[in-house]
């Protein structure tokens, strides 16, 4: 909200005299809470500006539109050329910038000639002096003005410093003037001086006001006022307002607009000639009831829809906006002038419902003070109606419905400090408390207040609401930094989750790719080539998504992935390496209609039961490789073999069968990524080439070789603790195998196939010697893949894969005799086992 | 014989200097004194001759023998040094781009999220985990956020649509539920930091829909706002390494009463060279983030009496953290992916 220093001072009287200046403003409204955002000092330029009398009008010779004005400045008679069409008669008063003036846009008035008659200053609008929003005209100012006057010496308004502050919602009161003041009147320890009321010493017309809906309208002041004279409010209101951000209306409208940000209560001015019977009535709207609203929107109310009517339709939106029908115009004489208090989540859901957002429905939502300040703002309006309107108040009615009861609080002193760890002394509590307007008894309990909570904070509601403003204001300069002493010692866990999670991002990381972070929400079209089956209807979908490309949380990490690769190609040449180590999001069952459950918010129930009803949010890793030197499928596969072998984990990589294939892969260049923890293996992701049809989809298609591979974290079991390795003591024997099989076949097969054979062909160990076997010495294992040659001498769809065997007995070294024999088992062991109708496997 | 001898080693001889490297000496070797080699071989020859014959024939043989492995030896001496000086001559510049393996590199808010749990942790603050759909439930009224207070609007939340039409579910708008959530699994003392990915319903240059917070919780009995400030400043020395004043500012987050805005005076200006800090506008201050003391309410909702407990709690931001620290200049780079931002992070 934008607070006028000038007007705060106005409302504060401080001790000794002193004045508010507006840094001293500015340091005690953050130091109480209401933080500013940005101090805005207004009217320079100004100061320069004169009352200018018009001595003589005639038209420039040259130009149909412009005058030559003779104007006296107190001194002189200057000449001025003005092109405006509202010039005063002879005598009439200007706001005349004479040369050497500076506006405040910058423009500096110097002598010249307009069409050749000279000019020595101008006359200015109020747009050109930053006054006001009228750029249409010049300014014209009262008649009784003395020529050479300073304009800021009979406006002082114009000079002033202008604070915008942070409100939180707590703090409706501070959504006016004088509850701004309040705080500083207690901060600094001074006295809130409070403007000049009317008076409604008036019959009472019961007839006036029926409130039909005491649930919704705690209470409903309507005052008539006669007499009325519609026209421009004075300069000060307008000037003031103009600094607050407001346009000027007229007066009746702008005396109402003052109030609100005079005493933060809103009011509003109904023209009571239009209202049917001269009468409102609060009640709710009936279903589908028309409602046009002076902003010019029309609107189909319902029944929750709180209303202001005439004895025939409504003429209001509760303390939303008014009608346009009975809106305050030029021709309006009588007024019917309300001020209320409406409950403020009704307020909050019909503005929400209708979409008008205004200054009032945002205060009353907050809730507006429902007593003495309610009276005060509407006797503060009739003052104003009275001096600025020439109105005269005949009439008012009070109705009275459900009002909030203001709690009463008993304040101990020792929890103030057992709260803070510092102590507030009774006295200054005393003193803080009854400056904040809340009524303060010390006949509770021994070393307690008894305090009841004015009706203007709604947000003191305990015990804690009353040592928060002490902490306001008694400030927290004064805080202690004293550590409590704990009262049990606090056992540090370590989840294993979190500790696998970070040291793959370190081993990916070691693997030399760099770490990517993507919204966790993505365009569902990017996901649609990753979804397997049933996963479309699993999709986690925003109801409110900023765009619909962030609509939809996303199931799979690599369409973040590619989305990086564009951003990178697109950008420079460099090889493109990533993961992304995240969250992705599905229903844990498709997603129908009305078949969810319910959410019970039963504060009882175990969390695991609530969140049952959440969708499941697995953590994934994804790679992507694309570009550099040797970036094919096996350089993906090693960063994946790399990083988990790194945290401990024995890997396999083997291929997929055809029905398990994952579609968005290459077909034919694809693996399973699986974990060997004793006797098992379990698949924990996937690795391949990006289907070139997604690549193409994306626009990537004229570039080969985009690698991907994903590791689901809660597929990995429990990190392994590492155990030493006996040292073998005699050295192995290694005889090479090279093998012709069909390409299809994969090495990871043979590799099996192999030592599949050597469990079978090996001898009893009962036998006594400790026999040759083939084993790998724990660096290399005990079958290697060394070389996969395809090309002359191979024949089509065949490839030749040569292979290492390595031989070897725990106690002794094995001797060749014995290897031969038990190599040859092996070998046409494993041929047996691979080949079949379409395979031919054999040695070269 | 003995012509035959004197033949063999002068075809040796002629040889040997032909020869240029140690294999092709070694089969020079193996064709003349090897075991079948040609001058050996005439040992065989020994029976056709005569006692004297003999003995003198064979004074003679092991004589060339001795000769043709001393001009071996010789010549194995030379080749050898003749390879080291080739080899003494070879050149390779090292300054020529290095052959390294790839770099990577871990995203700067891991980085800064590590180093808050790390310097938390060693505090005594066990990490605590939530997840991103959350209930509205526990995003709000647990919290303290009354259903239909202006409060909520505080936080622009995105609903997730669960296909009733309810706005039960929500993308939880700050790890305080975290809170609730433990809270409900564990009775006093708790003494909790939170880290973890948030989302609001906001895009401009300053704002991520996306972004990460780090919320610290600590309930126990005779907990202070006094303590706050003393762990904030504990807090902020580990952090920074240096001792750094904390400010803090009344404000309000309904989940805390009374609540304020937390401040650490400017640890950047330094980088500013005696200029005026741009970081924090030559104040000297930081806002760090929101604090206060635990809301009764919210120890009520999870079942702890606030008569016996009382909390404070804290959450800041990590990506604003993250851009001071590592001086990023644009929040939306740490989003898009590109390596070129990314390699910065390589250390
Ligand atoms: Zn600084």
């Known amino acids: 909200m934008r607070i006028s220093c000038q007007w705060l001072s106005s409302l504060v009287e401080l001790p000794n005299g002193a004045s508010l200046d507006p840094s001293l403003v500015a340091s005690v409204l953050t130091g109480v809470g209401l933080e500013v955002d940005a101090i805005e000092p207004t009217g320079a330029g100004v100061e320069s500006i004169l009352v200018g009398e018009i001595r003589k009008k005639e038209p420039h010779p040259e130009a149909d539109r412009l005058t030559l004005v003779e104007l006296f400045d107190g001194e002189t008679i200057q000449s001025v050329v003005c092109g405006a069409s509202n010039l005063p008669e002879v005598g009439g008063k200007v706001a005349f910038a004479p040369v050497g003036a500076r506006l405040p846009g910058g423009m500096e008035i110097a002598p010249r000639k307009v069409r050749g008659a000279p000019s020595t200053g101008m006359i200015c609008s109020e747009e050109e002096l930053e006054i006001g929003g009228d750029g249409d005209g010049i300014l014209v100012l009262p008649e009784s003005w003395e020529a050479g006057r300073r304009l800021v010496d009979l406006v002082p308004e114009i000079c002033d410093t202008i604070l915008e502050i942070g409100v939180t919602p707590n703090r409706p009161d501070a959504l006016g003037h004088v509850g701004v003041a309040r705080d500083v009147a207690v901060k600094l320890d001074g006295r809130l001086t409070l403007p000049e009321l009317g008076a409604a010493d008036v019959p009472v017309s019961e007839e006036l006001v029926s409130l039909e809906a005491g649930d919704r309208c705690g209470r409903y002041l309507g005052f008539v006022l006669g007499g009325v004279k519609v026209g421009k409010s004075p300069l000060w209101l307008r000037v003031r307002l103009h600094r607050l951000g407001l346009r000027a209306i007229n007066n009746c409208v702008d005396i109402t607009n003052y109030v609100l940000f005079e005493q933060g209560q809103p009011l509003h001015a109904f023209d009571r000639e239009r209202l049917a019977e001269g009468r409102v009535v609060i009640r709710r709207a009936t279903e589908g009831e028309p409602f046009a609203a002076l902003d010019g929107s029309e609107h189909e109310l319902g029944g929750e829809d709180l209303v202001i009517a005439d004895a025939a339709i409504p003429q209001a939106l509760a303390g939303v906006m008014g009608g346009a029908r009975s809106m305050v115009d030029a021709e309006s004489e009588e007024i019917l002038l309300e001020a209320a208090w409406f409950a403020p989540s009704g307020v909050r859901a019909s503005a929400g419902r209708r979409s008008i957002h205004s200054d009032s429905s945002y205060r009353f939502e907050r809730g507006v003070d429902f007593g003495e300040g309610l009276d005060r703002a509407a006797l503060r309006a009739l003052k104003l109606f009275e001096t600025l309107a020439g109105a005269t108040c005949t009439a008012k009615a009070e109705a009275l419905g459900e009002l909030p009861r203001p709690p009463s609080i008993d304040l101990r002193l020792s929890r103030v400090h057992h709260v803070l760890g510092m102590p507030v002394g009774a006295r200054e509590a005393e003193r803080i408390l009854r400056g904040l307007g809340v009524v303060v008894k010390s006949d509770g309990p021994i070393g307690s207040l008894h305090c009841t909570a004015p009706s203007h904070r709604p947000d003191i509601h305990r015990e804690v609401d009353l040592i928060e403003e002490l902490m306001r204001f008694h400030g927290l300069e004064d805080l202690p930094a004293e550590a409590s002493v704990p009262s049990a010692p606090i056992v540090e866990t370590v989840d294993p989750r979190a500790t696998v999670r970070e040291r793959l991002a370190d081993a990916l990381c070691e693997a030399g790719l760099h770490e990517h972070l993507a919204y966790s929400f993505t365009h569902p079209d990017k996901l649609r080539p990753f979804l397997g089956e049933g996963e479309a209807g699993r999709i986690v979908a925003l109801s409110n998504p900023l765009r619909v490309p962030l609509s939809v949380m996303r199931t799979h990490l690599l369409p973040d992935l590619l989305d990086a690769l564009e951003v990178n190609v697109a950008r420079h040449p460099h090889a493109v390496r990533l993961f992304e180590l995240g969250r992705v999001y599905a229903w844990a069952e498709e997603r129908s209609g009305s078949a969810a459950p319910t959410f019970d918010p039963t504060r009882a129930a175990p969390v695991d039961q609530i969140d049952g009803l959440l969708p499941e949010e697995r953590e994934q890793a994804a790679i992507l490789l694309h570009g550099g030197d040797a970036e094919d499928g096996r350089s993906a596969v090693g960063v994946l073999v790399h990083a988990l072998e790194r945290l401990g984990y024995q890997v396999r990589v083997e291929a997929f069968a055809e029905s398990k294939r994952i579609p968005y892969l290459h077909p034919g260049v694809q693996a399973a990524i699986s974990i060997i923890s004793g006797d098992t293996s379990a698949c924990v992701g996937h690795v391949g080439e990006l289907h070139p049809d997604i690549a193409r989809e994306r626009g990537l298609g004229d570039r080969a070789g985009i690698y991907v591979g994903v590791v689901e974290l809660r597929a990995l079991p429990a990190l392994p603790v590492p155990v030493a390795r006996e040292r073998p003591r005699f050295p192995a024997t290694s005889r090479d195998l090279s093998l012709e099989i069909p390409t299809v076949l994969p090495a990871a097969k043979v590799v099996d196939a192999l030592i599949t054979a050597a469990a079978g062909a090996a001898p009893d160990p009962s036998a006594g010697e400790d026999p040759a076997q083939l084993l790998g010495d724990g660096i290399a294992p005990g079958v290697e893949v060394v070389e996969d040659y395809r090309g002359r001498g191979v024949g089509e769809g065949r490839r030749a894969l040569l292979l290492r065997l390595h031989y070897r007995a725990v106690g002794r070294t094995v001797t060749d005799g014995e290897i031969h024999k038990l190599h040859d088992v092996i070998v046409q062991g494993a041929i047996e086992a691979l080949s079949g109708p379409e395979l031919e496997v054999r040695i070269r | ?347």
Request: contains cysteine; glycine residues 8%; aromatic residues 8%.
């Open chain 2, 1 to 347: 014989m003995l012509d035959q001898l004197n033949a063999e080693q002068e075809r040796f001889l002629a040889a040997l200097p032909e020869i240029a490297d140690e294999d092709a000496l070694y089969q020079l070797q193996v064709t003349y004194i090897g075991k079948k080699g040609s001058i050996t071989g005439l040992s065989k020859k020994l029976g056709k001759l005569t006692v004297d014959e003999r003995k003198a024939f064979g004074a003679e043989l092991n004589r060339v023998k001795k000769a043709v492995q001393a001009a071996l030896d010789g010549r194995r001496e030379e080749l050898r040094e003749a390879a080291r000086a080739r080899d003494l001559a070879r050149v390779e510049d090292l300054t020529m781009p290095a052959k390294r393996p790839p770099r990577g590199s871990l995203h700067p808010i891991r980085i800064a999220q590590r180093a808050l749990i790390d310097t938390f942790r060693r505090m005594g603050f066990d990490v605590a985990e939530g997840p991103h759909v959350e209930h509205a439930n526990f995003n709000f009224d647990a919290l303290n956020f009354q259903p239909d207070h202006p409060a909520r609007d505080m936080q622009d939340t995105f609903v997730v649509d669960d296909r009733r039409g309810s706005e039960d579910l929500v993308l939880r708008t700050h790890t305080s539920p975290v809170q609730i959530r433990t809270m409900l699994g564990r009775t006093p003392p708790v003494r909790i930091i939170a880290p973890g990915t948030v989302f609001r319903c906001d895009d401009d240059a300053t704002h991520s829909p996306m972004f990460h917070q780090i919320e610290g919780l600590y309930v126990d009995r005779g907990v202070t706002m006094a303590d706050l400030k003393a762990t904030m400043i504990q807090f902020t020395a580990a952090f920074f390494g240096r001792s750094l004043d904390i400010r803090l500012r009344p404000s309000y987050f309904p989940f805390v009463e009374p609540g304020a805005e937390l401040d650490m005076q400017c640890p950047f200006c330094e980088r500013a060279q005696g200029g005026t800090c741009s970081v924090c506008k030559g104040t000297g201050w930081i806002e760090l983030g929101g604090s206060g003391m635990v809301h009764p309410a919210v120890l009520e909702s999870v079942g702890v009496d606030p008569e016996v407990y009382t909390g404070w709690a804290f959450g800041f931001g990590i990506d604003r953290m993250a851009m001071l620290m590592y001086q990023i200049p644009d929040l939306r780079q740490m989003f898009d992916g590109d390596v070129r931002f990314l390699r910065s992070f390589s250390n």
